[in-house]
């Protein structure tokens, strides 16, 4: 079946500091992966996404490349802020309209 | 433009009543989708319903769990004899066909005492 894994957290990290949240998925075919982040107090909102392999997503000065080789949607930010502060969730979608299978979630506090 | 809706947004029940949650999707959206978010399981489907075609309830955990969507808009899931367990937050989501994006709700926060 298809799964997602991705990093416990919480990560805790300084302002400025290097990010990276690893994602490794099992799935059928060729399927679309996503990160999606949930503001404190807020929905779940699409960050970004890449639909085939090698494919980079990149929103906000989060980046994402799409490995088949290795199964990975590692998230990966610069220079991250306070208001990075949220959880980040990685997903896959085998096709079409089906339902996402989201990973546990990894909660970033970032600190000033 | 609007995005889609949930009622109501907090919800407070004792264990063995029947609660109704409500979704309404993002207009001219296709597909509409519930998945539950709970401590320790992060986010589950539950169940699918795209168009006239027969819902997908593959996600379903019991048969306490139901949900319909009249009129290919608004849906309502319901969960009967509520159990603690049943305590999450339940997010709604539809999908323009073309587009492939889900758009979230903002859920409701179900609590079982």
């Known amino acids: 079946g298809n799964s997602v894994t991705q990093m416990e957290g919480p990560v805790t990290l300084s302002e400025e500091a290097f990010l990276t949240i690893n994602c490794t998925y099992t799935?059928?075919?060729?399927?679309?992966l996503f990160w999606y982040v949930q503001y404190p107090g807020e929905g779940l909102q699409l960050l970004l996404k890449a639909t085939k392999a090698d494919d980079k997503g990149s929103n906000k000065g989060f980046e994402a490349t799409y490995r088949k080789e290795t199964t990975s949607f590692h998230l990966e930010k610069g220079s991250v802020q306070v208001s990075d502060s949220a959880v980040y969730f990685c997903?896959?979608?085998?096709?079409?309209?089906?339902?996402?299978?989201f990973g546990k979630g990894t909660r970033l506090s970032v600190i000033a | 433009g609007a995005g889609v809706s949930q009622s109501p947004s907090n919800k407070v029940t004792e264990k063995g009543k029947d609660v109704e949650l409500r979704c309404d999707p993002i207009s001219g959206h296709t597909a509409l989708y519930w998945y539950r978010q709970s401590l320790g399981q992060g986010l589950e489907f539950l169940i699918y319903?795209?168009?006239?075609?027969?819902?997908?309830k593959s996600g379903l955990p019991s048969d306490r769990f139901s949900a319909e969507r009249t009129g290919g808009s608004v849906s309502t899931l319901t969960i009967q004899r509520t159990q603690q367990e049943d305590s999450a937050v339940y997010l709604c989501?539809?999908?323009?066909?073309?587009?492939?994006?889900?758009?979230f709700g903002p859920g409701t926060r179900l609590t079982v005492t």
């Open positions: 319903f795209q168009g006239n075609s027969a819902p997908d």
């Open positions: 799935a059928t075919g060729y399927p679309s």
């Open positions: 989501a539809s999908t323009l066909e073309v587009s492939y994006e889900q758009y």
């Open positions: 997903a896959l979608r085998n096709s079409g309209n089906t339902p996402l299978v």
